[in-house]
């Protein structure tokens, strides 16, 4: 398993008329998450998708515990528990300043070859970066 946590400041605009953040902003919350997991394996999505990958999102769930409100500091816990097919998944929890669990989530992405548009295997540098992480 492998697991890197990441800060996020709720701003005005991500809250509803109740106060609290709008559920849709969690996809994103969980792409900051994802893409900076990727980072600390030095990946960047930038850099996938320059060597002609494409990682389209094909499930995304989420269970809501608690409510994150204005101003609110985030902790984003995104995970991987084992190593990719065409398929990989993270899962996430989101936590308040208290500690509190707000959500759980799970995104399922697929990675695409950019020029035939159809599932393919991860890249090395994807596996053997993660395969390092996994299994240590």
């Known amino acids: 398993m492998y697991s890197k946590e990441t800060k996020i400041r709720v701003r005005y605009g991500e809250t509803d008329q109740m106060g609290y953040v709008y559920y849709g902003v969690y996809a994103q919350y969980f792409e900051v998450g994802r893409v900076e997991l990727l980072r600390s394996l030095g990946v960047s999505y930038k850099e996938l998708e320059k060597s002609g990958f494409a990682l389209p999102v094909v499930d995304f769930e989420i269970n809501y515990k608690k409510a994150a409100l204005y101003d609110d500091e985030l902790t984003i816990r995104t995970t991987i528990k084992e190593l990719p097919s065409a398929r990989i998944t993270f899962e996430y929890e989101t936590y308040n300043v208290a500690k509190e669990l707000l959500n759980v989530g799970k995104v399922i992405l697929v990675f695409v070859d950019k020029v035939t548009k159809k599932p393919c ?16």
Do not use: Q, R, T, Y
């Open 121 to 136: 295997l991860p890249p090395a540098l994807i596996m053997d970066k993660l395969k390092e992480k996994l299994e240590s």
